[in-house]
């Protein structure tokens, strides 16, 4: 009679996700999983035949996490709840934000994502129909920068107890204002 599994799956990939948070995808070894379980290597490959498929769920699940809170509608503006969404990321989740945004650049196919998601939205926006795609990426990149920064201010405990007017005040001042002014440059 095989001997009864010790883990389920869920419970190994639970464990190896609170490594992934706290330490980042370098540290999901085979070694390190059976340590923070307190077992052999074994169970873990009784589930995952690499560990490499195992790294694959884990980043498929920061990034169910993270597009969640980017695509939540606060405002009725596409492009400000995307800025709203990822500094609401940042507060509430601050130690996969640090491990994904702030650890090293393995995770830039995240990056990519969550860029590759803007352009979209912000197709959807009626006022941008009229630029052109090199300025959208510009004003892209403007935001894009404004937000990160603020975020990262806020996961990294810049800004503490950050409320959610807080943070949308914040944005609507600080990258509208740049907005409205690459847009005046753009109708000159």
């Known amino acids: ?15 190896a996700f ?5 330490n980042g995808l370098e540290a999901i070894t085979a070694r390190n999983l059976a340590k923070s379980l307190n077992c052999s290597p074994a169970p873990i490959y009784s589930f995952y035949t690499s560990l490499e498929i195992l790294k694959k ?3 498929n699940q920061a990034k169910s996490i993270f597009m969640e809170y980017v695509k939540e509608s606060s405002t009725e503006y596409i492009f400000l709840n995307i800025g ?3 500094c609401k990321f940042a507060r509430e989740e ?6 994904i945004f702030l650890k090293d650049s393995s995770y830039s196919s995240l990056v990519r994502e969550f860029r590759d998601l803007i352009k979209v939205e912000m197709s959807k926006d009626s006022r941008f129909d009229k630029l052109d795609e090199e300025f959208k990426t510009e004003l892209f990149l403007d935001c894009w920068m ?3 920064g603020f975020s990262t201010l806020i996961a990294t405990n810049y800004f503490k ?9 914040r944005l609507v001042s600080g990258a509208a204002t740049m907005m409205y002014k690459r847009l005046e440059e753009y109708n000159k």
């Open 84 to 86: 709203i969404g990822i």
């Open 161 to 169: 107890d950050v409320s959610d007017s807080f943070i949308q005040k």
């Open 94 to 99: 601050k130690q996969l934000f640090h491990t």
């Open 1 to 15: 009679m095989p001997k009864k599994a010790i883990f389920t799956k869920e419970q190994i990939f639970k464990k």
């Open 18 to 22: 609170e490594v992934f948070k706290q």
């Open 146 to 148: 404004y937000a990160h």
């Open 57 to 59: 769920d884990l980043i």
